[in-house]
């Protein structure tokens, strides 16, 4: 069973950073493209990163550009989002998932979630 657990999520005052972690498993995690996403309150999912199988290539929102980093430790069936310069309106529930090879800046490419952790950011 597939299983992607988010943590790290929390509040922080605005320049504040966090970084989540999302630790996977039941998938052999280096043949899967990793993404992360939020959604936020009254607002549709939207793509935040991605990072492709072996961590060569990675994707951002324009608007997390400069501000957030996407990694993963294949070793460790991780992958992070380190997040700087946090604005209020970064505020949203905060979910990983895993894609096939093709995967990118579409949920729907994505085949495995997980719950969400919440990032809060106040002004």
């Known amino acids: 069973q597939v299983q992607l657990v988010e943590s790290g999520g929390g509040l922080v005052q605005a320049g504040g950073s966090l970084r989540l972690s999302c630790a996977a498993s039941?998938?052999?995690?280096?043949?899967?493209?990793r993404g992360w996403f939020r959604q936020a309150p009254g607002k549709e999912r939207e793509f935040v990163a991605a990072?492709?199988?072996?961590?060569?290539?990675?994707y951002y929102a324009g608007s997390v550009k400069g501000r957030f980093t996407i990694s993963r430790d294949n070793a460790n069936n991780t992958v992070y989002l380190q997040m700087n310069s946090l604005k209020p309106e970064d505020t949203a529930v905060y979910y990983c998932?895993?894609?096939?090879?093709?995967?990118?800046?579409?949920?729907?490419?994505?085949?495995?979630w997980g719950q969400g952790t919440q990032v809060t950011v106040s002004s």
């Open positions: 998932a895993a894609g096939g090879i093709r995967a990118r800046y579409s949920d729907y490419e994505y085949d495995y």
């Open positions: 039941g998938l052999t995690f280096s043949y899967y493209v």
């Open positions: 990072i492709s199988r072996i961590g060569v290539s990675t």
